[in-house]
């Protein structure tokens, strides 16, 4: 993880600012529409997808509606897998974290790129609220003894099920249905370099940094140290449109 900080600080920090080019033959657009698959310090392989409109205030500036959905996880967690189990399962998970992040933000245009070839630089900043959906943790418990004859599905409770009962994790997005509503706030910083073959499409990636804050600590894990407070590095590889 402090690697992933390091890197994309450097990217951050090192990076010349340049100032908007005035250029006549640069390219000039009025909107754009972005959406992205995300990788971050507090997620999984895939750590979610981001959505993103933006819309031109002035030369060089712009202001964007943002949504997130993302799914994170506690620093500690690992798989294990019994003998003659069917999947691995998370040894103390006992919720997972939805995060649905909204956000309003401002971009600056560091440098823009000549039509059809070149590298467009922002800088982004964003903030706005934050829905957590706690949803309990389910897992696959042996039941008929040692025969294991049946399983069934239930919310993972350490204090109640003996791992060398457990066959597995539950069904992905399993205990959704179930969740409970956790209100915070989220503020965002990172910079994107946006490509483009066409002046009408656009590929890039974004690195920054990420808090999700939340009113009450998230219960992640049974025995470890849970947090409200969620900072985060992030790389987003994303895809669009512009007009």
């Known amino acids: 993880m402090q690697k992933v900080w390091k890197i994309i600080l450097l990217l951050m920090l090192c990076l ?4 908007v080019s005035q250029n006549p033959e640069t390219e000039d657009y009025q909107s754009e529409f972005i959406w992205g698959i995300n990788k971050n310090t507090s997620g999984g392989l895939i ?4 959505f993103r409109k933006s819309k031109r205030i002035n030369e060089g500036l712009y202001q964007s509606l943002g949504v997130e959905v993302m799914n994170v996880k506690h620093p500690q967690e690992f798989h294990l897998r019994r003998n003659g189990a069917t999947n691995s399962f998370i040894l103390g998970k006992v919720n997972y974290l939805y995060a649905l992040r909204f956000q309003y933000g401002r971009e600056m245009i560091l440098f823009r790129k000549a039509p059809q070839q070149g590298v467009e630089i922002k800088l982004n900043a964003a903030a706005g609220p934050s829905l957590g959906l706690l949803a309990p943790y389910y897992v696959e418990i042996a039941s008929g003894g040692s025969q294991r004859l049946s399983s069934r ?24 249905t179930e969740s409970k509503l956790r209100i915070g706030a989220n503020l965002k910083t990172s910079m994107s370099f946006e490509l483009g073959t066409t002046k009408n499409s656009v590929t890039g990636v974004e690195v920054g940094f990420l808090v999700d804050a939340y009113t009450q600590r998230i219960e992640l894990m049974s025995a470890a140290k849970n947090k409200a407070v969620f900072p985060t590095a992030f790389f987003t590889l994303f895809y669009g449109s512009r007009r």
């Open 153 to 176: 599905r239930v919310p993972y409770d350490p204090n109640v099920h003996s791992i060398d009962n457990i066959l597995g994790s539950g069904y992905v997005l399993q205990g959704v």
């Open 16 to 19: 010349p600012l340049v100032a």
């Open 47 to 50: 750590g979610g997808f981001i």
